[in-house]
């Protein structure tokens, strides 16, 4: 995989479209978000980049001269090349879309673009491409990587895949463990970052079909038709362009579980539908009327607030309490109270192993500031800060200064400046950073009553470092120090 090479410093992203205004545009979107990313002008050349630049994600428009997007997806097949394709048209068709879909596309969205659609498409498709690859996981004839995950996930590590040791998350990996254990159907609620898709796919690598395939539908890409033909597949010439039959999500994962990624986006007509399936687990084939069983197990996951959505007329009171049979609410970063600086951890390690340099650290102050973030973003966005700060780090511990003014979005529970004012620490504006240093370090160290253990845990440093700092400040010791040095 490239993000394990040592030239890749983060995610790459290959931005194919002849159209010289267009392809400008979603370059100027992406690197804006701190992706590396290149363009070409037609999909020979873009295929011919790939040969000997690799790539995460590849943005393609589908009208091109020569080679079509369509055509550019199939060599890309054909060429089993490891990458998370996403198509953007001013010529959109359902047809277009389900070939799009059926070749492994990621997502398909039409011109012209909204930019934080565009941004929060490719954020996913680095997420699975991460997630996939860090799991060890192979590819299964085509589709696995890319928008149709058939996946085995005996490699998965369920409880790794979310760290944290507060008791909220405790809870959560013991709820999981408790739920996996069943065939029950499962609603996983929570704000967009917080890792919905990693407690379903828990849940699948725990369950008695863990052998079994795990199948996702990203609910919101698509239309009312497409994500019909997507989820039960379609005899041929039953629309437009139906060219050949077409086998669903649900037949794709029997035997196994399907995950459905944000449920809300359900057009409210195939919500009735769907109900039927989680009834009766049967269904027809778009343009059949032979009705298919199946054994398969729904997961299904939102960010939204459901029974405001039913109560508004947008969702489906029937299906809501088909779904959620067992609740599961993920947990926002905000209330996780001490992971933060874990996950932080696990990031700097993971950048250092991916980028093939460090190891990265966090001064005081940058820790201090990290814990006073509400993290708007939830762990995504705390992932994106560590990531972007380690590939821009020139070797020396990563600083507060350097991270402040990417902690935007939402208002923060305490900024940086108020976190070292007067009113907390007691730090006047105007001090270097060795003396905001020294001054964070004595005062966590009052705040536990001289208890080094505790102290160097929360600044995420050893205590025989701790120490050493200490003796160079001249810091006298109280009496129970000396029996926590060791």
């Not at 690598?205 to 919101?220: D, E, I, K």
Request: glycine letters at 8%; one cysteine or more.
């Amino acid at each position: 995989m490239s993000q394990g090479s040592a030239a890749t410093q983060r995610y790459r992203v290959l931005v194919v479209d002849d159209h010289a205004r267009a392809r400008e545009s979603v370059v100027d979107v992406l690197r804006a978000s701190d992706y590396d990313v290149d363009a070409c002008a037609s999909a020979i050349e873009g295929l011919n980049r790939l040969a000997v630049k690799s790539a995460d994600v590849v943005v393609t428009d589908l009208q091109m001269p020569g080679m079509n997007g369509l055509e550019f997806i199939r060599e890309i097949e054909r060429r089993r090349l490891n990458v998370q394709v996403l198509m953007i048209t001013a010529h959109g068709s359902v047809a277009a879309a389900v070939e799009a879909m059926r070749l492994g596309a990621f997502d398909f969205i039409e011109k012209p673009f909204d930019a934080q659609a565009l941004e929060r498409s490719v954020a996913q498709a680095c997420d699975r491409r991460r997630l996939y690859n860090a799991a060890g996981e192979s590819r299964v004839e085509g589709d696995f990587g890319r928008g149709n995950p058939m996946k085995t996930s005996q490699s998965l590590d369920s409880t790794a895949a979310m760290i944290g040791s507060s008791p909220v998350m405790q809870k959560l990996r013991q709820r999981i463990a408790q739920v996996a254990a069943t065939d029950e159907t499962v609603l996983i609620s929570g704000e967009s970052g917080t890792g919905k898709e990693l407690v379903a796919q828990s849940i699948h690598a725990l369950s008695r079909r863990a052998a079994g395939p795990m199948v996702s539908l990203n609910c919101p890409v698509l239309s009312a038709q497409l994500t019909e033909s997507e989820l039960f597949g379609h005899k041929r010439g039953a629309f437009t362009g139906a060219e050949a039959d077409r086998t669903g999500r649900f037949e794709m994962a029997a035997g196994g579980s399907i995950l459905l990624d944000e449920v809300t986006e359900i057009d409210l007509t195939l919500q009735a539908k769907l109900l039927r399936v989680l009834q009766e687990r049967s269904f027809e084939r778009v343009g059949s009327s032979e009705t298919v069983s199946v054994d398969v197990r729904v997961l299904a996951t939102t960010n939204r607030e459901l029974t405001s959505e039913v109560s508004a007329g947008r969702f489906r009171a029937d299906l809501y309490y088909r779904l959620a049979v067992v609740p599961i609410a993920v947990p926002p970063l905000r209330e996780r109270t001490g992971d933060v600086l874990e996950l932080a951890d696990h990031f700097l390690a993971d950048a250092s192993a991916r980028l093939e340099r460090g190891p990265f650290e966090l001064t005081p102050a940058a820790r201090l500031l990290l814990n006073a973030y509400t993290w708007p973003g939830n762990v995504r966005e705390l992932q994106n800060v560590i990531t972007r700060a380690c590939v821009l780090n020139q070797g020396e511990p990563i600083n507060a200064e350097e991270l402040g003014p990417w902690l935007g979005g939402q208002p923060r529970e305490k900024t940086f400046e108020q976190a070292v004012s007067s009113d907390v620490i007691g730090l006047p504006a105007g001090l270097t950073l060795e003396e905001v240093e020294r001054r964070l370090i004595v005062a966590t160290l009052e705040r536990f009553e001289g208890h080094r253990g505790k102290t160097a845990e929360v600044l995420g440093i050893g205590v025989r470092t701790l120490s050493g700092k200490l003796r160079s400040y001249g810091y006298a010791p109280r009496e129970r120090d000396f029996a926590e040095i060791g």
